[in-house]
């Protein structure tokens, strides 16, 4: 496996595999990895003869500055993991990817997607994501590029990006990766307190129920939502967010509908958990 930071590096090994005529896989990260990412992993080695994998703690998709402080990085760990799985891991510096500093960085754009639902609630975060992964899909030229889809909106918002520039690569979806007891894997789950791990698979089960009354036929999406987040309140938890939307549009539900998506996000301590389930109506 290949530990490497610069362009020049990066730039001369991937033009070993063009010329090889290898097909390359590609899995962006932050860091701090888990078995979610390394499903990820898996999933692009199945598919793809050369891996990629880039840990980089992007700043520009971070809107307080004591988040991107207090974010976890654990390199050395993230590399031991990849040993094997990997063909070549990419770390740049935040000086290597905006070397005229972020305020005079060009910036992605994705209009609709990026503007609702978590948008909304952190202005300027998904042109943070689109513009680092738009980056690095131009660095690495990767034939396929697989993304969790426990961050629903960022893969919608991605594949979106990907079609309207006309980016020649495959995206792959991966179905979120839970632990035993339902909690979907996140870096965001090592904030949680002993006791707080222990409340912390509710989240999933009340998004269960949800579905489970979705699918039996009740449309009171508000109800729905009132009685899920009061009851998330009362476990403990400080709801943040539950919305029932399309789940191709990300925008309301209409007649023409074929499936809705509920996006729940939550706090339990310091933490920030999210989840999602598509549920066909």
């Known amino acids: ?3 490497v930071s610069t362009l020049n590096e990066l730039r001369q090994t991937i033009g070993q595999y063009r010329r090889s005529g290898e097909r390359i896989g590609f899995v962006p990260t932050m860091g701090n990895l888990h078995q979610g990412h390394i499903e990820l992993v898996n999933q692009a080695r199945a ?9 980089f703690v992007n700043p520009l998709q971070f809107d307080r500055a004591a988040d991107l402080a207090a974010y976890p990085r654990t390199l050395e ?9 990997a063909d070549l891991v990419f770390t740049p510096t935040p000086e290597l990817m905006y070397p005229r500093g972020q305020a005079q960085q060009t910036t992605v754009d994705v209009p609709g997607i990026a ?3 978590e ?4 202005p300027g975060h998904f042109r943070g994501v689109a513009t680092v992964v738009c980056k690095l899909f131009n660095l690495v030229q990767p034939d396929l590029a697989c993304f969790g889809e426990k961050d629903y909106q960022q893969l919608a918002l991605i594949r979106k990006m990907t079609a309207d520039l006309n980016l020649p690569l495959e995206i792959l979806g991966v179905p979120t990766v839970r632990a035993e007891d339902g909690l979907a894997l996140s870096s965001r789950n090592g904030y949680l307190s002993e006791q707080e791990r222990s409340q912390a698979p509710e989240l999933a089960a009340t998004m269960g129920r949800l579905a489970e009354r979705i699918r039996s036929g009740e449309r009171d999406f508000p109800s729905l939502i009132a009685t899920a987040s009061q009851h998330l309140d009362q476990s403990g ?3 943040d967010g539950i919305d029932i939307v399309d789940a191709d549009t990300l925008n309301p539900i209409t ?11 939550a706090y339990l301590g310091k933490a920030r958990l999210i989840d999602n389930q598509v549920v066909p109506l």
């Open 1 to 3: 496996m290949q530990l």
């Open 255 to 265: 007649e023409q509908s074929r499936a809705v998506v509920i996006l729940m996000a």
């Open 237 to 239: 938890f400080r709801t």
């Open 77 to 85: 760990q993230d590399c031991q993991r990849l040993v094997g799985l």
């Open 119 to 122: 948008g909304a609630l952190r």
């Open 115 to 117: 503007d609702v639902l």
């Open 47 to 55: 598919r793809c003869e050369r891996v990629v994998v880039s840990i």
